[in-house]
Structures are given as structure tokens and as C-alpha cells.
């Protein structure tokens, strides 16, 4: 095992830029991505697509360096044999079969014919499409050219797969069974990377994250490591009381507490900077007031309410 | 599937710090084009309309002048096919039969002339299939985005250009050089005691040179429209635009300031001159510079050559 094999990150950045004439797709990025599953967010225009080429080795830097598995990625056979990539494009020929084409991108990657063909067919497997397997591209659908193109990122077996917002064009089912495809991936021991919008699924994959905005780094790290971050935030939780307003009294003295809204139907809406404080004492005051307390519940520990505050902040 | 447990810094809530080294044995490096070949092969020849209406007319004309370089030949030995009425039927005449042993020679120099004539007359066709053929490969890879996928395996620009030039190159071979090697082998098998090949000979290897060197200009150029193109349609429509306004202005600029070697301006005209030249033929009034008429087809492969190279350089930025 060579030192970049034992490393543990799968891609190094650093002061990674790459403009289009004028255009800045990224700039200044430096960044060390874990092995493991990690998702990599941002708004439209952010970078992400710019980022996911720039380690897939389909662009060269303009300025700065990327390594990706202990290597330069550009032009390099060495890396692109241990990674596997799922462009955002269509990039599937309409005459090909499924089979043909997975296999087609594995006699690319040096695999001979049988290899191939066995490997294509447990990929698509792998994606629930071996029944589709000798249907032409032309008539799938778009969540089976999704699954498709997932497919042949995975055939080869890599030890990075990187994904360009993979879980565009699935219906839940399919969503949900590429989710698992991907929790297995990672049970196996590849790292993933994927780009996507969709920020709950995002949660319910991994906790670290990557946070691109104007094709600069936001954030990278745990989402609750990031929240923590954001100290000029107070924290904000709903709390549904059958008596709401003695409730609310009873909060408004509580130490760190901002403010305390009163909503309809008995909900409460509070902002505190000690969040440890409101939880720990929270039972006891409720309990007190006999507010009875029907639910509690965070509403900006979340990914999205993460990634709002961090585009808010961002300049 | 090798797999190794080691502590990670930092811990992803699904890994579980496992981690997979990549076990595969990469390849030594070979030919990667092959298989981009072989799959845009598979892939034109699953379209069967345009296959059977693009093959039809060389494979036509194939035939007829199959038969008529039979009969010419059958014709030098003082035979002819029956059905032509006998050397002295009026088919026969017309082909020039029935002159005995002494025009043995002169036959065999219109069999030349017909395979030339042949040549000249199916570069059309040959154009039409390559171009129908070709003009998609890079364009509709732009378009889809599918050289993402390509270039994310361990293959080179090299490996992509060559495995998209051969794919021309084929329909180039099938419509240029092959009707005019069955040509030549009908004119060696109805000559006596190979003499065909003992006299003319040099006619097989012209016309792989004059063929391949076809099919070289034009594969070049139909690939460099593509490259320009961002879709088929609009490929195609360049290749005939370059082709008919090429020839127009030619013709034109030749005959306005009275100098033949505008004609160089136009690739067909560049191939009715090395063809005379080549075959030693005088076919028509064009005698005009044949070393310009090489230049003008290196040139123009050089520099579709060069507008392949940038654009799919620049491919990356889609």
C-alpha cells in the first residue's frame, strides 16, 4: 500500500481555480475531502459540476492543484482506473442496448470482452435493471438513463465514485433504492461523492458535507459541526403546548433566550443562544406551568436550514 | 473484493471507516480505439434504411461496371457474353470488340479507364456515406455529453480521434476502395493468363492509394464539421455547403482570371487531377498542376486536422 493509498483523503484541492474566459466556475478551493460518503452542495452555478470534472480529471486546472487518490487526475490513466463518474449529462447513445453500452465503457477501461459483459450485467443489476438489460437506450426512461449512467460509474468496481447530481430524474422508489446502492458502496468500502440538490437525502446519506457558492468554499465538515459554527444564529425550536402561553412566560426569563413567538394553535416558535440551557430546563418549566408539551422539535438543525444561514453569510 | 479496516480521521456516518483499495490490475496500454470502432460500427449498421439507400447506388454501379469491364475484357480476347449478340453484335461494336488480337492492348487501357471513370463517378456516393456516417460522432458526443464518459477511462484524445476517424474511414473504404478492387478482380478474372494484372497491375495499388488518400480528405473534413457542429443535422449541411460552395468558387475563379489551378480550391477537382495524373488518363481539358493538387488536399487535412484537435480540446468545457 503505497502512502497516498493510506492517506486518508481521496482528493486534495488546494487554491484549485478554473475560469471559462470570463466565467469563474471555481476559485481558491482548497479542500481535503475524507473517505467515506460525502455530499457536495451548492446552488446552481456554484462550482459543483466544475469541481466534480476538475477530480474526474475531465478539466485541467487553470490555476492551482487537485490530487484525487494520491494523483493528478487530468489525462490520468492511473486515476481514472480507480474512479468511477456519473456525468449530469445524458451522455448515453441511443442505439446501444444497456449491456452493450456499460460494456462498451468497460472494454474502454482495458476489461476484456467476457469481463466485460459479467461485469456490465452485475451492474446493472446492482441499479435493477437486468430485466431492461437488452432494451436500447432510446426507449428508456429518464430515471433508467439515471440508472444506466449509474451503472457504468460502478461496473468497474473503483475505489472513488463520484456522482453529478445522481438522484436527478428518479421517482422515489428509484431514489430510494439508488440511496441504498449508495449506502452499500460505502458499506463495501468505496467512497462516494455526489453533487445533488435535494438536501434532506443528502442527510439521510452522510453528515459531512461540502458547500460550494460562487465556486468558492463554504463550508466543508459534520452539518452539526457547521450549525455550531453559526453562532450569530440563535437556535430556533417549536414547541406545541396545550397551554402555550404560560409556557411562553415561563421561556422568555430562561437564560439565552431571544425571543419567544406565539403562533396559532398552540404552537411556539423559540430563539436561544443556550440551547443546552432551554433543554435541560425545559421539562421542569413545562412540567411547572403544566404547559403539557405535545412536540418539540428543532427547525434549524437541519441541512437546509444550515445551508440557508451559510448562503445568507455567504458574500 | 480486498478489502482493508483502518482508522479514518474522519468518520462519514455511513462508512463505518471500512475502505476499499482498488484491487484491479490495470491494463497495459493498448489500442482503446478498437472498441469505440467496433461499437460505432454496430451502431451504423443497425440503421438499415439509410444503410440499404446509401450502399445501393455504388453497389448498383458496382455490378454494371463489373459487367461492362467482363465484357470489355471478354471482348479483348474476341469474345463477348452472348447475350451482347457476340463480338460483332451491336453491344459488342459499341464496346469496341471484334477488332482482334491488335486492340488486345487498347482494351485492356479502357478497362483502366473504366475503373478510373469508376472511381470519379462513385466519389459522390463515397462522400454521401461518410459524411451521413460521420458527421454525428463528435457532434452528438458534444451534444449528449458523452465524451464525459470517455474521457473519464483511461483512454487518450488520440484513442478517441483515431476510433472516430476509423469509423469514417470504413464507409470511406466500402464506398471508394472496395467496388474498385471488385472492379479490378472481375477485370483480372475475365482477362486470359492474367494479363490484367501482368499489364495493368499497378491500377490495384493506385486505386487503394487514390482511394485511401479519398477517403483520408474527406473522413478529415467530415470529422472537422462535426467537431464544429452541435448537431448531425447541421454537420451534414456544413460538409455539402463546404463541398458545393468549394467547387462553385473554383470554377468560378478559374475561368474569371483564366488560371486552372483555382481548381485547387476544390477537393473534387483536386481528385479529378490526381486521378488523371495518378492513372496516367487524360479524362477532360483540366490540365492544371498536380503537385498543387496534393498540396491542396494536405493542406485541407491539415487543417481539418487542426480545428479536430482545438475542438475537442475545448470538448472539456461543455
Known sequence: ??????????????????????VVGVCDLSVDIPRGTVGLLGPNGAGKSTFLKLLAGELQPSRGSIEVLGAPPFANPAVHARLGFCPQQDALWDDMTAVEFVEFLLRLSGRESLAARSAALAALERVQLVDAKDRRLGGFSKGMRQRVRIAQAIAHEPELVVLDEPLTGLDPLARHATLELFRQLAAEG???????????????????????HKGRLLARGKIAAIRALLDRHPRRYSIRARDSRRLARELVG??????????????????????????????????????GIASFESRDEGLEAVFDYLMGGAP | MNRETQASPTRAEMHGGAWRPW??????????????????????????????????????????????V?????????????????????????????????????????????????????????VLLMAWFGAGLLAEDRKSGAHLLYFARPLTRFDYLLGKFCIVAVFGVLGSIL??????????????????????????????????????????????????????????????????????????????LKDRDWLALSPVQCGVRIAEDLFDMRLGVRDWNTPLAWTAWGLLVALSWTVIWWRTRRLEVV
Open chain 1, 1 to 22: 500500500m503505497t502512502q497516498a493509498e493510506s492517506s486518508a483523503h481521496v482528493v486534495r484541492a488546494k487554491d484549485l481555480a478554473r475560469f471559462y474566459g470570463d
Open chain 1, 190 to 212: 468505496a467512497s462516494v461523492l455526489f453533487s445533488t440538490h435535494v438536501l434532506h437525502e443528502v442527510e439521510a446519506l452522510t453528515q459531512d458535507v461540502v458547500l460550494l
Open chain 1, 254 to 291: 430562561l437564560e439565552g433566550v431571544e425571543s419567544v413567538q406565539l403562533k396559532a394553535e398552540g404552537l411556539l416558535v423559540v430563539a436561544t443562544r443556550r440551547p443546552e440551557i432551554l433543554l435541560e430546563s425545559l421539562p421542569g418549566i413545562a412540567s411547572a406551568a403544566r404547559a
Open chain 2, 23 to 68: 484491487s484491479g490490475e490495470r491494463q497495459p496500454a493498448r489500442l482503446r480505439a478498437a472498441p469505440i470502432i467496433r461499437a460505432g460500427l454496430r451502431i451504423a449498421l443497425r440503421k438499415k434504411l439509410p444503410l440499404v439507400l446509401l450502399f445501393l447506388p455504388p453497389v448498383v454501379a458496382t455490378i454494371i461496371f463489373s459487367f461492362v
Open chain 2, 70 to 126: 467482363y465484357t470489355v475484357a471478354a471482348l479483348a480476347q474476341g469474345m463477348a457474353p452472348a447475350g451482347l449478340g457476340g463480338a460483332g453484335g451491336a453491344m459488342g461494336q459499341a464496346l469496341g470488340g471484334g477488332g482482334g488480337a491488335g486492340d488486345f492492348v487498347k482494351q485492356l487501357v479502357r478497362v483502366r479507364e473504366m475503373i478510373v471513370g469508376f472511381h470519379l463517378s462513385t466519389d459522390f456516393f463515397s
Open chain 2, 179 to 256: 467496388p474498385g478492387l471488385v472492379i479490378i478482380s472481375v477485370a483480372v478474372a475475365a482477362s486470359p493468363d492474367w494479363s490484367f494484372l501482368q499489364q495493368e497491375g499497378s491500377v490495384a495499388w493506385k486505386t487503394i492509394l487514390f482511394g485511401g488518400a479519398w477517403t483520408l480528405v474527406v473522413s478529415s473534413l467530415v470529422l472537422a464539421v462535426s467537431s464544429l457542429s452541435t448537431r448531425k443535422s447541421y454537420a451534414l449541411a456544413g460538409v455539402f455547403a463546404w463541398f458545393m460552395f468549394s467547387g462553385a468558387t473554383a470554377l468560378l475563379l478559374s475561368r474569371l
